[in-house]
Nanobody
């Protein structure tokens, strides 16, 4: 069973930064999709940022985080990370890591990490 463990969430003031990390229990080369979603109370889960790999790699970002968030991966640590800068109160949510196995198509979720942006 694949395990994804998120870390790095917490309480930060508006304008601050956090770096989320998602550690996989297997090589991330198995994944053709690695993404971060978030879900605020009363809202649907939304895709914040994704990194897709194949013949070429590409990243996508929600319009609300473009220019502030950066997704990256570290194959030596088997992690996918989300650097979040210039945080706003509306970024408050539980953030989830999600990956997809390139051969089976199966998707896996982490348990989520809380990010709270508040004075």
């Amino acid at each position: 069973q694949v395990q994804l463990v998120e870390s790095g969430g917490g309480l930060v003031q508006p304008g601050g930064s956090l770096r989320l990390s998602c550690a996989a229990s297997e090589s991330i080369f198995r994944y053709n999709f690695m993404g971060w979603y978030r879900q605020a109370p009363g809202n649907e889960r939304e895709l914040v940022a994704s990194l897709q790999s194949g013949s070429s790699s590409s990243t996508t970002y929600a319009d609300s985080v473009k220019g502030r968030f950066t997704i990256s991966r570290d194959s030596t640590k088997n992690t996918v990370e989300l650097q979040m800068n210039s945080l706003k109160s509306e970024d408050t949510a539980v953030y989830y890591c999600n990956v997809q196995n390139r051969w089976t198509g199966r998707r896996y979720w982490g348990q989520g990490t809380q990010v709270t942006v508040s004075l």
